[in-house]
């Protein structure tokens, strides 16, 4: 190993090889606090070509590898478990001139969302991908996750967000090509094959990304309904009737308690309803000629029989205040305990059943577990929260996976699989689709070095 860790201090600087544990410490545990592993040494690369060198580095000498962004991801993926190198990509923050024409930038995987979205502005674009841990989740760590957050039903999840990408394979080689262009049938598109991937199949460095237009008329509404069906049918009436609809997100009353006992802040409206819609839509101004957003969303919010209560902000710290208490939660959950968090989506008509069912099954095993549900309601995507369980064990997540599958939903809509998952994977995929993904994966990384034990644990790997 010293001989190693020379070769490495040589390529990317003594200063960004870490072995100390006090500095590895923070790259140890994932944001949750419920996976962690120990790591011998953290490499910090600053380009592509020293990514590459870390990797042949680390294949000559069969060293196991665990890419890391911002350390946001919720499912254990960007932690390691024993004895990986994590490769830290946060020093490849650079971000290229925005093309204010064409509405393109070209960033580092390891680029903030919020530095990406604090250069875009100015040009008068924006992300399509927006999500609470913003100032710290990374370009490169929301593609490999496929991060999808509050705006998906206008904009895609991440993929979409992708033109073209540029990544590194366990054995060093660089794939994909920047700048890349709009229409290019060449072959595999590996921006997709890399969506989603949680650093399995290739380290990603570089991302060329289409902008959306930066919206410059925004309304928010927090909107109290009294169930979920009924919430349901609202978001049928705003997606029929508001192009300009950018979110609808549910959080419930239970949960808005913790989050206004947290923060400080009061309940946020006239009335206590279960059920509590955070609602945005977002015009740019070359779409529209004043405030259609706000309009809009008035107009039908007005003639809605299902609202009970709402409050509604256009200016800026008025709608940050109302999104505080649906984006709030994360945190919220994390101050009290270790959560384990279940992020599943839900057939639309299953979704009413779900909510209460799920609190059954928690507390058919754990009769003192609290669960705290809210989600991205629009997706049929839901993040139950679950309190009180020892962090190891699993009996609670199990499950809950259960009857995700009974009722016909995705065990994972936008965190991924990680090692949280991984033992759930053959409840949600046919063994066709198994082996097909162990295959892609042995065939970009046939000695099992990039985040071994994520996705799939690591006693399925074929040798
Ligand atoms: P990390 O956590 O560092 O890594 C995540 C995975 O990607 C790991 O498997 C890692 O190995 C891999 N990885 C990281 N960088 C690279 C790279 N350059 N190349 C290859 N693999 C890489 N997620 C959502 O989808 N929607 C949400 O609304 C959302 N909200 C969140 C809110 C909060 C408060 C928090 C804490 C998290 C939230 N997340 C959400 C989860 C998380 O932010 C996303 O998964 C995000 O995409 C992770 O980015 P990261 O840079 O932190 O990646
Ligand atoms: C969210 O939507 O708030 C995130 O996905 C994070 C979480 O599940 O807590
Ligand atoms: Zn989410």
């Known amino acids: 190993m010293p001989s190693v860790l020379g070769r ?20 140890e545990t994932d944001w949750t606090g419920r996976f962690h592993g120990h790591t011998h040494s953290v490499v910090r690369p600053a380009t592509t070509a020293e990514v590459s060198e870390v990797l042949r580095i680390c294949a000559a000498h069969g060293i196991p590898v665990v890419p890391q962004g911002g350390n946001t991801g919720l499912v254990g993926g960007s932690v390691p478990r024993g004895g990986e190198l994590v490769l830290s990509l946060r020093r490849l923050d650079e971000i290229g001139p925005v093309d204010a024409d064409h509405g393109e930038v070209v960033v580092g995987a390891g680029a903030t969302l919020a530095a990406v979205r604090d250069a875009a502005v100015p040009a008068g674009w924006d992300v399509g991908v927006d999500l609470a841990a913003r100032d710290s989740a990374t370009i490169g760590g929301m593609v ?63 991302v060329h990304l289409a902008l959306v237009p930066l919206m410059t008329d925004r309304a928010v509404a927090l909107v109290g309904v009294d169930d979920v069906e009924t919430a349901l049918r609202l978001v049928g009436r705003l997606r029929r009737s508001l192009p300009s609809l950018l ?17 400080g802040m009061p309940w946020p409206l006239e009335t206590r309803t279960p059920v509590l819609l955070t609602i945005e839509c977002g015009t740019s101004r070359a779409a529209s000629s004043g405030d259609e957003a706000v309009d809009g969303l008035l107009e039908v919010l007005g ?57 059954e099954r928690v507390h058919a095993i754990a009769p003192d577990a609290r669960v705290v549900q809210y989600g991205h309601l629009a997706d049929g995507n839901i993040h139950v929260n679950i309190l009180g369980p020892d962090p190891d064990d699993d009996a609670v997540d199990e499950a809950v996976l259960r009857l995700v599958v009974e009722v016909g939903g995705s065990i994972s809509a936008e965190h991924g699989i990680g090692i949280a998952k991984r033992d759930s994977l053959a409840l949600a995929r046919s063994a066709g689709d198994i082996a097909a993904m162990r295959d892609l994966k042995h065939g970009l990384d046939p000695t099992v070095l990039l985040n071994p034990g994520v996705i799939f644990s690591t006693a399925t790997y074929r040798t």
């Open 247 to 263: 979110s609808v997100e549910a959080c419930f009353a239970e949960g808005v308690d913790l989050v206004c006992d947290h923060t």
């Open 303 to 359: 003639e809605a029989d299902e609202v009970r209560a709402s409050a509604v902000a256009t200016d800026e710290a008025g709608r940050a205040r109302l999104w505080a208490y649906r984006d709030r939660h994360t945190e919220t959950v994390s101050t009290l305990g270790v959560p384990h968090k279940l992020d599943v989506t839900i057939p639309f008509d299953a979704l009413a059943a779900f909510h209460d069912e799920v609190v």
């Open 8 to 27: 490495l201090r040589s390529v990317v600087g003594d200063e960004h090889v870490l072995t100390d544990p006090d500095l590895c410490a923070p790259y």
């Open 144 to 206: 490999a996750t496929n991060a999808g957050g509050s705006q998906l039903i206008r904009y895609g999840a991440m993929s979409r967000q992708v033109i073209g990408l540029e990544a590194v394979r366990a054995d060093g080689t660089v794939i994909g090509r920047i700048p890349a262009l709009r229409k290019d049938n060449v072959g595999y598109h590996w921006s997709g094959v890399l969506a989603g991937s949680e650093g399995t199949l290739a380290v990603i460095t570089r």
